[in-house]
């Protein structure tokens, strides 16, 4: 049902803010769910500045979880989610600040990128840009915001995006939010009433809403799902389109209909308006003729609807009438085989997979007896350098009568993956390389800059007919296992090396003496592969700087198993005042590995890995200590007391 309001038109919203949690969260299931729109939040950073209550992850880390608690607010609001490539450096008093810490046109030009790829109509500022906001974050979210607007539909402005494959896009209406506070003196022109209550969802909008936002555990988010009228206002600051007095909707002045994406579009082809027209009957005709109890009566149209809008968008030239209809195809597709009882499920048989190694894949497609499904092929794509080859059905583990494995398809079909010899461990793309002080590097991250994270590794690819008309339906390759208590859970497939090391501390302090110095330095080999890995751990020093044991052998039997090593390692005397690299390392099979491996794992979000080189900085200090006794107020995952310790005071 929801699917089906989604076909009837061509809405598309922004919604802008600065940190993960800022945003209108009963605005946006709202704009999703109510008005069946694509609807987006696109915030500057992702939290890495916040507090952690759930874990001692900071930064880094920390901004991992904050992006994925916004992914698992998105999948129950409706919406999609964008940022820019800032990170949060925490508490900023003004806006000038923020200006100096970030490259204000280097987050424009982000902003301007995130409007460019996702065509929206609408865009809504939570901030105002004026010290109301609080934060400095907020304020320059607000300032920008109606910048990234105009600028967005200019060729001039950010050509570099054109070199990308974008084009302009120049949204229609402009919006602010009331912010946190609502402020009497500028009164909203517009107030939507959020508590209304779907009968299709069984919830309001705001109850669903605060759900999602319960969804921010790290920042202790949890809140009550309040039934009944809320409201989110918002004030008109500009439009493109006709001006409506006494709006009901953000769309209002605006032909979101199908007809209307040729105007939407400058669009004046005839035969590409006659197709709209026909398309927006089909999709009409779909929704009236829906019966909940017996959706696949509908097939046959939503296939019609699926060809004309194939066929709507090979009778264009225009990019960005493509776009628009490329995603109503999309939605018919999605909608034909919701209405025909479809689903495709790619599961390998490894969450964890090493350079070079393989894993099988099965590929299933399930649906009713009688579903008018058949299933034209399947395959399995892999990134450049992989390979990916079709098997027969490979021996099953048994199954018991209280764990049973046997899943019946209508349509099975197996592949061997094997990754490249050279494949990048899996970590979030903007952590793969170093950052510049408060910006990530993301120049290498291709298409998937201002998303969340990403594209799969793997995705399965099922051809199917349904309806008469081919579609293809995509599904990321997962791991399935049962947990003992929260039963099925799945991960994503990833590349990690087949050896990581770990330390007791990454910081070292050392006191310039006149005399060597000992030190001693922990360190630990994890086994990654799915079988014995055997070698030796050791570290690579400074010139002049000893270590004992030179190396140290390791067996382990089996996935997972880790073992530890103490070396005690002898500074110089007189050793330069400075800073020092200490590299730990582990050599198995004919590889050097020399990474740590972060992992990021909560109940309420997916799992990530973050891998960085295992190395203990060592800093060699003029140092005194006084024999005193220091009282510490600890904050959330305060590390301060630890590195109070390593001076050699007592804490």
Request: no cysteine; net charge neutral.
């Amino acid at each position: 049902g929801q699917m089906l309001r989604r076909l009837q038109s061509a809405k598309s919203a922004m919604h802008t803010g600065a940190h993960p949690d800022d945003e209108d969260s009963g605005l946006m299931a709202y704009l999703a769910r109510r008005e069946a729109a694509r609807a987006t939040y696109l915030s500057l950073n992702r939290g890495e500045g916040g507090h952690n209550v759930i874990g001692e992850e900071l930064f880094e880390g920390l901004g991992v979880i904050r992006s994925e608690e916004l992914l698992q607010a998105r999948r129950l609001d409706g919406g999609d989610q964008h940022f820019t490539r800032v990170m949060d450096y925490g508490f900023s008093k003004t806006i000038e600040e923020a200006r100096r810490n970030w490259n204000e046109q280097q987050v424009l030009a982000d902003m301007v990128r995130a409007i460019r790829i996702y065509k929206p109509l609408v865009v809504i500022a939570r901030f105002s840009g004026t010290p109301a906001d609080g934060h400095g974050h907020h304020q320059l979210a607000g300032h920008l915001t109606p910048l990234a607007f105009r600028a967005a539909g200019d060729p001039s402005k950010f050509p570099e995006h054109m070199r990308e494959g974008l084009e302009p896009w120049q949204p229609l209406k402009l919006y602010r939010g009331q912010g946190f506070r609502p402020d009497a003196a500028t009164p909203p022109t517009i107030v939507l009433n959020t508590g209304i209550y779907d009968p299709l969802i069984g919830r309001s909008y705001f109850e669903i809403a605060m759900e999602g936002r319960s969804q921010h555990k790290s920042q202790e988010m949890g809140l009550l799902e309040l039934r009944g009228k809320q409201t989110s206002g918002m004030m008109l600051l500009e439009t493109k389109a006709a001006k409506v007095e006494n709006e009901t909707s953000v769309f209002d002045g605006i032909d979101t209909s199908i007809t209307g994406i040729a105007a939407l579009t400058n669009n004046s082809e005839a035969t590409f308006k006659q197709k709209l027209a026909e398309l927006q009957a089909t999709a009409a005709e779909a929704l009236r003729e829906y019966d909940a109890m017996a959706p696949e009566k509908i097939v046959p149209i939503l296939a019609r609807g699926y060809k004309q809008a194939y066929d709507a968008e090979w009778s264009t030239r225009k990019p960005d009438s493509k776009f628009f209809v490329r995603h109503k195809k999309e939605e018919f597709a999605e909608a034909l085989r919701m209405a025909a009882g479809v689903v495709v499920d790619a599961l390998a048989d490894t969450e964890m997979l090493n350079p070079g190694a393989s894993t099988n894949v099965g590929v299933r497609v399930f649906a009713n007896d009688g579903s008018p499904v058949r299933v034209v092929k399947t395959s399995v794509a892999v990134p450049a350098g992989w390979a990916s080859a079709s098997i027969a059905e490979p021996e099953q583990p048994p199954a018991t009568g209280f764990r049973p494995r046997n899943e019946n398809a209508m349509n099975a079909a197996f592949f061997k993956l094997t990754a490249a010899a050279d494949a990048r461990s899996t970590q979030p793309y903007w952590l793969e390389k170093p950052r510049d002080k408060f910006t990530f590097d993301w120049s290498t991250a291709g298409t998937s800059q201002n998303m969340p994270f990403a594209e799969p590794l793997a995705t399965a690819e099922a051809v199917l007919e349904i309806g008469g008309q081919e579609i293809t339906v995509r599904r990321e390759v997962e791991y399935r296992f049962a947990d003992d208590i929260r039963g099925e859970l799945r991960r994503p497939l990833t590349i990690v090396p087949a050896a990581t090391i770990g330390l007791d501390s990454d910081l070292l302090i050392v006191s310039r003496r006149p005399q060597a110095t000992k030190h001693r330095i922990v360190t630990t080999v994890t086994n990654n592969t799915p079988g014995e890995l055997s070698g030796n751990a050791s570290l690579d020093l400074p010139a002049g700087w000893t270590k004992t044991p030179q190396s140290a052998p390791f067996t382990l039997p089996r996935f997972g198993d880790k073992t530890a090593f103490t070396f005690e390692v002898t500074v110089p005397a007189n050793t330069a005042v400075g800073s020092y690299k200490v590299g730990a390392i582990a050599e198995a099979g004919g590889k050097r590995f020399g990474e740590s491996m972060q992992t990021i794992a909560y109940p309420h979000m997916q799992t990530h890995r973050i891998f960085k080189a295992a190395n203990v900085t060592a800093h060699v200090l003029e140092l005194e200590i006084a024999q005193v006794k220091i009282g510490y107020i600890m904050g959330s995952g305060d590390k301060v007391p630890e590195a109070i310790r390593r001076l050699g005071l007592d804490v």
